[in-house]
């Protein structure tokens, strides 16, 4: 799903109190932390994740792997810090996204 400017303001400000709720340590990116991951996404839908290591670019390469095998969106990386949202399954979403505005013709 691909977040609009204004729905990724919006989920950046509900995730700013939030704390880290999964760890991705020196051994990456492994199963349990897949599930630990989704598992956390379905009771939240909104987490922060938090990478220890300084790879920049291994951080963005775990962001880009979460999202495409999870089905969730990036909301922010931010430092040592992973910002994912996914909406739960069914008719009760916990967070309600804007709505995408509609753009003006002529």
Do not use: W
Not at 23 to 29: P, Q, V
Not at 32 to 61: C, S, T, Y
Not at 71 to 85: F, P
């Amino acid at each position: 799903m691909e977040l609009t400017p204004d729905q990724r303001r919006h989920l950046k400000s509900l995730a700013h109190h939030l704390n880290p709720v999964v760890m991705i340590g020196n051994n990456g990116l492994t199963d349990a932390v897949f599930r630990e991951i989704a598992v956390n996404l379905d009771a939240h839908e909104l987490i922060k994740i938090r990478v220890l290591g300084d790879d920049r670019a291994l951080r963005e390469e775990y962001l880009q792997k979460i999202c495409a095998e999870l089905g969730a969106s990036t909301v922010q990386h931010i430092g040592k810090l992973l910002i994912v949202y996914r909406a739960a399954d069914g008719d009760k979403p916990k967070i309600v996204l804007p709505k995408a505005k509609k753009t003006k013709a002529g």
